[in-house]
């Protein structure tokens, strides 16, 4: 499957492409739909789900696309759907690991296939590591990236094409799936893809990232070697400190899963040497690190989705490495639809001492659930994102926040939550950042107002306002952007 002619044109060009400037990756949308180049292998047909005899399942693997002449990237898919009745006219695409296995529903998912007939489609998705041919597909990816200079050989790129081949083979079931309405959903990774996928491919008509990018790069720089020093020196100390156990919320444990999620990251990504091996340009190595992710930064993009309709909300750890950029988001994006966990991490092996993994909290999948309520079945009202002001008082250290909600909502349960003295994104300590609150109480009709005082003067102040709007059995969880306190 041809995805992208610019991919010959660079083998056409030869040397030519070399010195040319780094481009963003982009997909072809007649080639992402064709459901003729799926390649169907069925691994288990249709057949009823053993845990419930009244959903039924169907395990295939399919070809997403060839990644470069002669490379096919194939992954496994579930389709899920109800025993009985017409074709799903609502579908959720969603992730589920890689092993020739059919996956199971749960949560949010399990609840509306059952009750709403809603069909899914997860595909098996991962690190590029993992994705077979093992041990080819990660080296081939950087050495066409290298080569090319064409950001379709990210990581991202394949992701999001992921999510959008695995909506093309359920639609290719006709006599189970028929969608009108499809949300893709999915965290970190597969936050990339849904991202990427509703960036790109008008089917899907809303998505709900999870602990995923939004506007700046995670986790650091593409092209490893180009870190701030000052980052490296940080992240370095804190390290140490927390080997010596001076660091009260990270255990020692902490210190082997935190290094060995940076080799993970690294390894995905591309040297400086090589760069510079491969003639890069120093505008080539930092157009690298903003263009390998374009695909799913989703806010170069919001006019053009907005007129588009497509519903937008992101889940996302205010401590969370892969999601930074909160700050800058807050000021420049202030009305994206978000829900900002305070004190929320990315995730990772238990002995890191994440305590309060995004992904796995039981408000985010209920916010699935109620996202769908409402997308698909207009069973419940969105909440708008809450206009906030703020005052600082530098003679009393203290705090006061009004927030408003623009669509006359009115949420039943408020809270400010705050952390002073914050460390930089990008570094280890901001994912062990603490975080506090206090209620807010209502001063009007879908006005709230807190305050809190601290003894001393913060160096910084960030806080993020927390509320919950329960409809019709759902309860959504939303929050304000985060913000950050101008402290003279």
């Known amino acids: 499957m041809k995805l992208l002619p610019a991919l010959f044109l660079t083998q056409i060009c030869g040397s030519a492409a070399v010195s040319a400037a780094v481009t963003a990756g982009h997909y072809d949308m007649a080639s992402v739909r064709d459901t003729s180049t799926l390649e169907t ?50 579908v959720i695409v969603g992730n589920a ?52 200079k064409d950001a379709r050989f990210t990581p991202a790129w394949i992701w999001g094409l992921s999510d959008m081949r695995a909506l093309t083979a359920a639609i290719a079931e006709k006599d189970v799936f028929q969608p ?31 602990v995923a990018p939004i506007i700046d790069p995670p986790g650091g720089p593409y092209v490893e070697g180009t870190r701030p020093a000052e980052i490296t020196r940080a992240n370095d100390q804190f390290l140490v400190a927390v080997a010596a156990g001076k660091i009260a919320n990270a255990p020692a444990t902490a210190v ?37 992710w374009e695909v799913c930064r989703i ?47 990315h995730g990772g092996a238990k002995t890191a001492g994440f305590l309060k993994q995004v992904g796995s909290l039981p408000e985010v999948d209920e916010n699935l659930y109620a996202l769908a309520q409402h997308h698909f079945f207009n069973a419940r009202p969105m909440v708008a994102t809450p206009t906030v002001i703020q005052t600082w008082d530098n003679a009393t250290h203290r705090l006061r926040v009004t927030v408003t909600f623009p669509d006359k909502a009115q949420p039943q349960k408020n809270e400010l939550w705050w952390s002073v003295n914050r460390h930089p994104d990008y570094t280890l300590a901001m994912e062990y950042d603490g975080w506090e609150s206090a209620p807010l109480r209502e001063i009007s009709p879908s006005t709230f107002a807190g305050e809190v005082a601290f003894a001393t003067k913060p160096t910084s102040l960030d806080f993020v306002t927390v509320h919950q709007h329960t409809a019709n059995g ?13 402290i003279p």
């Open 41 to 90: 292998r069925i691994i288990e047909d249709w057949h009823p789900w053993a845990k419930d005899l009244a959903i039924r399942q169907k395990l295939i693997e399919i070809n997403i696309g060839e990644w470069w002449p002669g490379q096919k990237v194939r992954l496994p898919v579930t389709l899920i759907a109800p025993a009985a009745g017409g074709p799903c006219r609502n």
């Open 97 to 148: 690991g890689v092993e020739l296995k059919a996956a199971a529903p749960a949560g949010a998912m399990l609840r509306l296939v059952k009750e709403n007939g809603v069909g899914l489609a997860l595909i098996g998705m991962t690190t590029i590591d993992a994705m077979e041919p093992l041990g080819k597909l990660d080296v081939g990816m950087k050495e066409h990236f290298l080569k090319s």
């Open 180 to 210: 009108v309405k499809a949300i893709a959903t999915g965290g970190s990774k597969r936050g990339v893809a849904t991202a990427a996928a509703g960036i790109a491919d008008n089917r899907f008509t809303a998505i709900m990232p999870v």
């Open 256 to 292: 082997a899963p935190l290094v060995s999620r940076e080799k993970v990251r690294a390894f995905e990504r591309i040297t400086l040497d090589e760069a510079h091996g491969a003639g890069w340009s120093a505008d080539d190595v930092k157009a690298a690190s903003t263009l390998a």
């Open 299 to 345: 806010t170069n993009y919001l006019p053009a989705l907005q007129a588009r309709g497509l519903e937008i909300f992101y889940n996302e750890g205010s401590n969370d490495n892969v999601g930074p950029g909160l700050r800058e988001l807050g000021k420049r994006f202030p009305h994206l639809p978000i829900y900002v966990v305070p004190g929320g991490q």
């Open 474 to 486: 759902s309860t959504l969880t939303l929050s304000s952007p985060l913000l950050s306190v101008d």
